[in-house]
């Protein structure tokens, strides 16, 4: 007899202490689309920035010359609050899994001062060599900055 598939957990909203690092990201009056909340396709590119602002800010990546790049390959968000224009968003950041040659990045969106996400998601970077586009090991010291985010 078979026995049918249990149906998926619904995500919840993670707090605050859950994530390692945070930055603060203004929303700005183009963000909010008609229904007078902050578009979806916007929370994808606070992802981005909030992860690559802080890896270029510590060192470890370097977008214009830096031999090693990160290409994604898998992106996720779940929301919980709507977000609107005028806010300031802190995006925490944490590190889920950490391989050889790729990560996964976590993002809790929060408007600012609240402890629980208004959205939180996921996104996958494989770091390859910028020239050939095949992965690599992660460099050192960004693998050790990387371990701090776990």
Known sequence: ????????EKPQA???SSYKVFRAIGTRWMDND????VNNVVYYSWFDT???????????LDIHAGSTIGLVVETQCFYFV????????DAGIRVAKLGTSSVRYEVG??????D??????HFVHVYVDRK???PVPLPSAFKTFLETLT
């Open 1 to 8: 007899m078979n026995t049918p598939a249990k149906p998926p």
């Open 50 to 60: 909030a992860v690559n602002a802080t890896l270029i800010e510590q060192g470890v």
């Open 14 to 16: 993670d707090l605050r």
């Open 82 to 89: 709507p977000l609107a224009f005028p806010q300031t968003i």
């Open 116 to 121: 629980k996400t208004a959205a939180r998601g």
């Open 109 to 114: 969106l929060f408007a600012q001062g609240d």
């Open 34 to 37: 008609v229904y007078g909340h």
């Open 132 to 134: 050939t586009r095949r």
